[in-house]
Nanobody, 115 residues
Framework: EVHLVESGGGLVQPGGSLRLSCAASGFAFGSTDMSWVRQAPGKGPEWVSAIKGAGGKIYYTDAVKGRFTISRDNAQTLYLQMNNLKPEDAAVYYC?????????WGQGTQVTVSS
């Protein structure tokens, strides 16, 4: 059974940083494309970033380029390092299987950016 468990969210001031983690199990993590998606209140899901399983190529939406970094390790964990956070980054962040999050999703972790 696929399990994705996000952690690391919280309250941060504008300009601050957070590191999200996603613990994965129940599938071949190393060869699976993984992505991060966020959903702000009253808005639809927004794809944020993805990392390919084969080759590790990385992609970002324009809004986070230069500020967010996606990575993965050999311990079945996906990360999203978020720097220089802005109020518009506030959302529930989900990790998901699939390059465009077309597979399984975790339960999400809340990121609040406020002074």
């Amino acid at each position: 059974e696929v399990h994705l468990v996000e952690s690391g969210g919280g309250l941060v001031q504008p300009g601050g940083s957070l590191r999200l983690s996603c613990a994965a199990s129940g599938f071949a993590f190393g060869s699976t494309d993984m992505s991060w998606v966020r959903q702000a209140p009253g808005k639809g899901p927004e794809w944020v970033s993805a990392i390919k399983g084969a080759g590790g190529k990385i992609y970002y939406t324009d809004a986070v380029k230069g500020r967010f970094t996606i990575s993965r390790d050999n311990a079945q964990t996906l990360y999203l390092q978020m720097n220089n956070l802005k109020p518009e980054d506030a959302a529930v962040y989900y990790c998901a299987t699939g390059f465009k999050a077309g597979g399984y999703w975790g339960q999400g972790t809340q990121v609040t950016v406020s002074s």
